[in-house]
């Protein structure tokens, strides 16, 4: 080989020798980037999880938290006619308002002892943000404990969620004749009644607990306010209303609002005369009734009304004291009956401002049951009977004076039997069953209004309707509850 070829086979080494130093650092080089790219996965990987991992604690707590409203939600409307009453014996089991003297399941916040102006912590009073209206509130308290007894965690999916819920109540101070009749809250029960109140439900969530420590946290509040079940309608102020006739058999005795058409002008009976409202045009005939009203003073042959509203003794309307009295085939009809020409053909939305179609809302306010076998002197509120028979047996009592009821039934028939007796105001309603049929027999006695939005069926005896404004009042103004607008939060710094 010469010196030529020599120096280029050596020349052609060294470049394979390069070539393959460029390819380890290459090789080296992508192997670095691919462990750099996977450290940076894994990272990013652990953090998402965490994130993940942080979002699911916060969600669990959350919904604990929600649950324990919900719960309390429930517990207030089982007690709606409790939670602001400072009426001591309202039920006839004793119950007492819990505002009542020995028995306040509300504290004061102005008597807590707190910094309500600029204060902070997890004492309920705390939940409302504006300072200067926590002195005018409550706090729920009871059995040493502040929060409400609701059993929320038992029925929790997981086993390492807690939640418990705290309640505020503000009293309204509500004047009719002002321009905005919400004046605010007040704990002076000389200018409140308790018929209107708003309580502010406090939830607190937690999760991944173990013992007292937990992870997570969420604090959610919401106010819920009571109204009754006409709030949107219009309650007439006369004791019967009918779209049929009433009754068919049998007698209607018949206590009057004395003031109904006016001042000293008594309606007892308001009943269809829109012809519009039947396929085939009819209306009601009164004097295919058989009728005895009379005033208020007659009915109890005394000169005034009893406490508990009941009859002392033999309550009836003898016919020379009658304002409207059917005897034999001769019928004496007053004013007092009256055919209304613009009778409502839709009573259901009339009454309870919803129309009939949509009586599902009417429905979901109230305590809904299949029948009406456990009813009795200590049921108030509102009740939605929905099955094949309301049944109120002989000599039961439905309702107090002081806790009347709302008693709808949409049940295929409802029947009253002899000395049943009801405070508050029954309404038939066919929203469910068109063929829902009203049966009465014996002397049975409502004291406040019956509303027949169906049909009648067999009846006999008397079925008596004492007109008392105060029942009425009660059954219709309260009994429900409701969310307030803009009244839902989900964090508030001054409650931790």
Known sequence: MNARQAKRSGSAAGGVRQTGMMTTFTAVLILLLLTLMVFFALRVGVFDQRISSNDLRQKRAFHAAESAIQHAKEYFLANSVLVASSVTDLLPNGADGWLSTGAERWQPCSGAGLNLSSGSGSHPCFGEPNPDRR?????YSFANSTEVPVDTETLLPGTTEQASVQALLCVLDIDYDAVTPVQGCSTDTTVVDGDHFMITLLGRGESDCDGTTCRAEALVREQVSNFGGTAGGQAPSVPLVTKSTFPPSGTAEIVPNPNSGGVGVPISVWMNANTSCNADGSIIDPSSGSWATCEMHEWYGVDQMPDDYACPGNCSCSQSESISYTHGTSDT??????QDENFPCDLFKFYFGVPRTNYEIV???????????????NSNGIYWISGAECRVNSNTTVGSPDAPVLLISAATETRFNGGAQVYGVVYISDTEKSNATLYSNGNNTIYGQV???ATLGSYQGTFQVVYNENTIGDATGGGGLGNVIGGWADFHPDWR
């Open 135 to 139: 002195s005018d509130l409550y706090y």
């Open 363 to 377: 429905k979901g306010f109230s305590q809904v049951l299949s029948d009406c076998s456990t009813l009795g002197p």
């Open 451 to 453: 509303i027949v939005d």
């Open 333 to 338: 009809l007053g004013i007092d009956l009256v």
